[in-house]
């Protein structure tokens, strides 16, 4: 099926682009643009969160952290390993993205807990910095049951996520 | 912002359990780490990123994205009720949930404000959520991402045998947190009456 997928969705895209008369070479350029400003737009977040959590396990902060995580880690079925992405997720996607890469260079990309915090990656959001921002812009003072709802919805996610990954 | 605090709280934290486990002469090194980490990240997602905005951005422009609002016209109508009488705001709660299910994040933000802001207005300029206004942002925040693009270039990146063969555990528990997300704001809405803010 790999074999066919690729191909078969550039044929597809392309043949609908030039039917709507894109001019795609033109469109492409803008995106990549797009695409490599924001690649270094996020990299003083990244830094930022790289420096804490390089900086919290070479102190041990982290090993006092994971202990402590122990449990409710566990009560989500989720491996320890994931104690600083788990943290980190709701607050910022950088920070989360880059303890996510930790994930992968001390766990290999293709272990289980990589897979985990990959599929919790994607599917959950950065509840905070999207509170703030839709509420805030708009000045809204009683947010009511957002945030509740949101974390029962990111928790359902990463068990899901703990859940699928170990089945599938 | 609260990543002030986490933040701050990491750094406080770590330094004082290097000097309480007697580490301190490694604190610089490791942030020089850090720092390096963070530059070779970015220059191995620069790739990616760049291929697929390109990507995107064709999709945007041939308005495959119209196709996937018509798809969710009805879900919409059934979630927003009241948002969805008026067509500019129904068109913008469309507009920011199909951006990011396609990871179009920078259509996205700007649609999700404009919706927002025309939910406060059919709210009576209130400065309290109203339950749209709630189910939108949980809606938003569980986040139903179709292709989680930089996941995927990150693993490819990382040297995975198959980066791929997270899509499905990951749209399931999208799906699943989505659902989730939803049952809870019409659940928890009861218990939050909007009373008016101080």
């Known amino acids: ?168 | 912002m609260c990543l002030n605090i986490v933040w701050a709280v990491m750094i406080l934290f770590s330094a004082v359990c290097a000097v309480v486990l007697g580490r301190g002469a490694l604190v610089l090194d490791a942030a020089m780490q850090g720092a390096d980490g963070a530059v070779t990240l970015v220059l191995s997602l620069c790739a990616m990123f760049a291929l697929w905005s390109g990507i995107m951005k064709v999709v945007e422009a041939a308005g495959q994205q119209d196709v996937l609002s018509r798809l969710l016209l009805p879900v919409v109508s059934r979630l927003f009720p009241q948002a969805s009488r008026s067509q500019q705001c129904r068109n913008a709660v469309t507009a920011n949930l199909t951006a990011n299910m396609l990871g179009l994040g920078n259509a996205a933000t700007p649609a999700g404000l404009k919706a927002v802001g025309l939910m406060k207005e059919l709210n009576g300029d209130s400065l309290v959520a109203s339950d749209e206004m709630c189910m939108f942002l949980v809606v938003n925040m569980s986040s139903i991402q179709l292709l989680p693009a930089s996941v995927i270039s990150l693993r490819a990146a990382a040297g995975s045998a198959n980066p791929v063969d997270i899509l499905l555990p990951a749209f399931l528990a999208t799906l699943v947190s989505t659902l989730f997300g939803v049952a809870a704001a019409r659940l928890l809405a009861p218990l939050f009456p909007p009373k008016k803010p101080l």
């Not at chain 1, 959590?53 to 070479?58: D, H, N, Q, S, T």
């Not at chain 1, 982290?62 to 997720?89: K, Y």
Request: aromatic share 8%; glycine share 8%; proline share 5%.
């Open chain 1, 1 to 168: 099926m790999s074999n066919y997928t690729a191909p078969l969705l550039a044929i597809l895209l392309t043949g609908y682009a030039l039917l709507r008369g894109v001019r795609m070479y033109d469109v492409f350029v803008q995106g990549a643009l797009e695409g490599l400003h924001t690649a270094f737009g996020i990299l003083p977040y990244l830094l930022t969160a790289l420096v804490a959590v390089e900086l919290m396990k070479v102190s041990g902060a982290m090993d006092i952290l994971t202990a402590v995580m122990r449990r409710p880690m566990q009560l989500l079925g989720l491996p320890a390993e994931l104690t600083p992405f788990t943290v980190l997720r709701p607050f910022s996607g950088s920070a989360a993205l880059a303890a996510l890469q930790d994930i992968y260079v001390t766990q290999g990309p293709d272990s289980l807990a990589a897979r985990i915090a990959s599929a919790i990656m994607g599917s959950t959001e950065t509840i905070f910095y999207t509170l703030s921002l839709y509420f805030g812009a708009h000045r809204i003072q009683k947010s009511r049951h957002t945030l509740p709802a949101a974390l029962v919805s990111m928790l359902a996610g990463m068990i899901a996520a703990s859940l699928f990954c170990r089945i599938l």
